[in-house]
């Protein structure tokens, strides 16, 4: 999306980044140890596209040195968001906080352009808003996949006469269920499918575990298989499922394009969802979203209403699949698994690794499986460039990002001839690996862990 880039002049530069509470910028010594992990530094290889470069335009607008203008914002609006700097740091800057801050001064002090108050008006204010807008575009995606277009746009000499963006987006497509995973399963108690129960971790004695499950938005109403094998897991491990009907959004593109105001609302509806119901644990099967989910603090200030709330109360139940299966081996081992060989490849998501520190128990979860040899890409902690919405709003550094990617796959390949799978914890992920190996014609199949691992169950065993 494009900007113009005329500030409002009602409060300075220097007062507006003081008023957020930045002083975590003073945290980083500028010892330049997070700029291979940055894609788009290498990438462009220019200073002012790293972290460290980044940091500094950012530290010069808090102290009123810059001003709101292109030569410092757009930088600003090239970084993926990935958060692979913060695990490279030794000094614990929390980048991924400070950029999202400063996204959202930009957002609510610079004038934006007719195209993108559209945009914003009809996509994150109207249509992740609205569960029967997201149902709606899910069934018209859904209509227009079996007409055949994607296929005709993609495999034939049609593509050529279309930009290669357009063309590339047809493999971006979500495979829409046409329906709302929450609304068919709202409010229900689904018990567990097994007569074992979990052992509670701060209990010795055992315990049946009641988790809610966050549905998310595009994922709720396509890729419908992630949300029924992560309940058919859930409750064969003996765990009680809620899935809320008045959940919303996480709020993750909101944050990450600056629509912190959005953010809040989404934070204080799913606060009302979930806390009042008591869970255990928060289940998320979408990386991006478990970390906007686990940071919601970040969003309200000190001197707000809402920042009493009991944030950290909530943030804490919130989980991952993969790490809260992992949590539980025992109960892995007793579930009826197949065993027959196959090797399988594995790519971290970075909002899993980088922002929720998550990588090690996935690994062993998928390791521990009878039959299944995990081999992780060689560069697996390294971004597909799906970012949210930034293959769409930057094609071009996308798809570079992507290239990389996709290269270290075929050579993982390449090394591992007999791998038939490849699989990613994040559904944009998911979408933007599938779109790059469909279109260098890498002959995987690409599932969420989740999914493959509901295909190695027995369908008669619990």
């Known amino acids: 999306m494009s900007m113009k880039f005329s500030q ?26 997070c700029l291979e992990s940055c894609p788009t530094y290498r990438e462009l290889d220019d200073e002012k596209d790293s972290p460290r470069g980044r940091l500094y335009l950012m530290r010069g607008l808090w102290e009123g040195e810059l001003e709101l203008e292109p030569a410092v914002l757009e930088p600003l609006s090239r970084c993926l968001d990935c958060r692979a700097c913060e695990s490279a740091c030794p000094s614990g800057v929390p980048y991924g906080e400070l ?16 195209k993108e108050r559209v945009l914003r008006s009809l996509l994150l204010k109207g249509l992740f808003r609205s569960t029967n807008l997201l149902t709606l575009a899910s069934r018209l995606l859904k209509i227009y996949a079996a007409t055949g277009l994607p296929k005709l746009i993609t495999k034939t000499f049609v593509g050529k006469l279309l930009p290669e963006s357009f063309v590339f987006q047809q493999h971006l497509l979500p495979d829409c269920s046409g329906q709302s995973f929450k609304r068919k399963h709202a409010d229900q108690v689904l018990s ?21 499950m ?6 709720d109403v396509s890729e419908a298989a992630i949300h029924e094998s992560t309940l058919t897991l859930l409750r064969r491990f003996g765990c009680e499922v809620v899935v809320p009907g008045n959940q919303v959004c996480c709020g993750a ?53 809402e920042v009493k709330y009991d944030w950290a109360g909530f943030e804490n139940k919130i989980v991952d699949i993969l790490e809260f299966l992992a949590r539980f081996p025992e109960f892995m081992e007793k579930l009826d698994w197949r065993e027959e060989q196959d090797v399988v490849l594995y790519d971290a998501p970075c909002h899993l690794m980088h922002a929720q520190q998550v990588d090690e128990n996935p690994r062993k979860l998928l390791s521990s499986l009878p039959g299944v040899s995990l081999v992780p890409l060689q560069e697996s902690n390294w971004c597909c460039g799906s970012a949210g919405i930034y293959n769409l709003v930057q094609p071009e550094l996308s798809a570079a990002v992507l290239n990389r990617k996709t290269e270290s796959i075929r050579q993982t390949l390449f090394e591992n001839p007999q791998a038939t799978t490849i699989v990613t914890g994040n559904p944009g992920c998911l979408y ?25 169950l027995k369908k008669n065993g619990s």
Request: net charge positive.
């Open 253 to 305: 593109l909101h944050v990450h394009s600056g629509d912190r105001k959005t953010s809040r609302e989404f934070a204080l509806k799913n606060l009302k969802a979930f806390e009042p119901r008591h869970f255990d644990a928060i289940i998320t099967n979408a990386a991006g979203c478990g970390a906007q989910l686990k940071e919601y603090h970040h969003l309200f200030s000190g001197g707000t209403t």
């Open 214 to 219: 966050f549905s998310g938005c595009i994922m």
């Open 192 to 212: 567990p499918l097994s007569q074992e129960k979990l052992k509670s971790e701060t209990q010795k004695s055992k315990t049946q575990l009641r988790v809610g």
């Open 8 to 33: 409002k002049k009602a409060v300075s530069t220097k007062e507006l980044f003081r008023a957020a509470e930045f002083e975590n910028i003073l945290k980083c010594v500028h010892c330049g140890l």
């Open 432 to 456: 933007q690996i599938r779109a790059g190996i469909i279109s260098k014609d890498i002959q995987l199949r690409i599932l969420h862990p989740v999914v493959y691992l509901a295909e190695r």
């Open 99 to 114: 950029l999202e801050k400063t996204r959202g001064i930009i957002l609510e002090n610079s004038a934006q352009s007719l």
